[in-house]
């Protein structure tokens, strides 16, 4: 029986597409951890070249922000934005490198929310305007023994924080308090199709960088750079925008 006019054959589709700006297809944020020197000796050179803007999640007491709080004040005034990482990087004991008293399950509450309110008046310092991102070391969002979740107290804290969870992010329904994120040493072609991923679903793609062309966990320069030069081709529908205003935008739509 053909459907009548009063009951129209069912149609089954994808959900409505999530509403970018500018009728973008897609979201990429570009995240860089841990304030290391490879950073800001390739990647911030790199993203110039491609009109880009990136978040940097700082560690606090990081080397290379120690050695040179100017160079990271200049990120700012150059449209990146400057994202919290905690003082000291705590992460799971059993990482070999974490240092004695510096662990995750040395931490409580009292002592996670007094780094983490250090973390964000260094940010202020370096003239970051709030409100202020937040990205979970180790991609944990626990402390302590227990393995009690510090998520209620970044939701304080902060406006929205990345996890380590590799997909994209759907912007209908994952939470902003532990945005799933892709590691970013990859090859060019590995890291494009992350964004053709997000493409066909219309998601967001947040890449966590570490070293580039240098440090560790390293992406090396040319596919980093591909990435950029895939990003900067394809503006139209693909919204590449820094961390903070990504989720910004996502929670005012969600709010609608
Ligand atoms: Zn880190």
């Known amino acids: 029986?053909?459907?009548?006019?009063?009951?129209?054959?069912?149609?089954?589709?994808?959900?409505?597409?999530?509403?970018?700006p500018d009728g973008a297809r897609a979201a990429v944020s570009l995240t860089y951890d841990?304030?290391?020197?490879?950073?800001?000796?390739?990647?911030?050179?790199?993203?110039?070249?491609y009109g880009l803007h990136a978040t940097f999640f700082l560690?606090?007491?990081?080397?290379?922000?120690?050695?040179?709080?100017?160079?990271?004040?200049?990120?700012?005034?150059?449209?990146?934005?400057?994202?919290?990482?905690?003082?000291?990087?705590?992460c799971a004991r059993s990482f070999s490198w974490v240092k004695p008293g510096f662990a995750l399950e040395d931490y409580d509450s009292t002592r996670m929310e007094a780094d983490l309110r250090e973390n964000r008046q260094e940010l202020q310092a370096l003239a970051q305007p709030a409100p202020f991102s937040f990205a979970y070391p180790c991609g944990a969002t626990w402390i302590g023994a227990a393995h009690a979740s510090y998520v209620p107290l970044v939701k304080e804290l902060f406006i929205a924080a990345r996890g380590?969870?590799?997909?994209?992010?759907?912007?209908y329904q994952d939470s902003l308090f532990e945005v799933p994120s892709v590691p970013g040493n990859l090859s060019?072609?590995?890291?494009?199709?992350?964004?053709?991923?997000?493409?066909?679903?219309?998601?967001?793609?947040?890449?966590?960088?570490?070293g580039v062309a240098g440090d560790y966990l390293t992406v090396n320069a040319d596919a980093h750079e591909a990435l950029l030069g895939y990003l900067a081709e394809h503006r139209a529908s693909i919204w590449t925008e820094r961390f903070g205003a990504v989720a910004r935008y996502v929670a005012a739509k969600r709010g609608r």
């Open 188 to 210: 060019g072609s590995e890291l494009t199709a992350w964004v053709e991923r997000a493409l066909l679903v219309g998601g967001w793609v947040v890449f966590t960088f570490h």
């Open 164 to 171: 380590s969870n590799s997909r994209v992010c759907d912007p």
């Open 34 to 49: 841990d304030a290391i020197a490879s950073q800001l000796d390739n990647a911030v050179p790199a993203l110039a070249r």
């Open 1 to 20: 029986m053909p459907p009548s006019r009063d009951r129209p054959a069912r149609v089954l589709g994808p959900v409505e597409a999530f509403a970018w």
């Open 59 to 90: 560690t606090g007491h990081a080397d290379a922000l120690r050695a040179s709080p100017e160079s990271y004040r200049a990120l700012v005034s150059a449209g990146h934005e400057l994202g919290a990482h905690t003082m000291d990087h705590p």
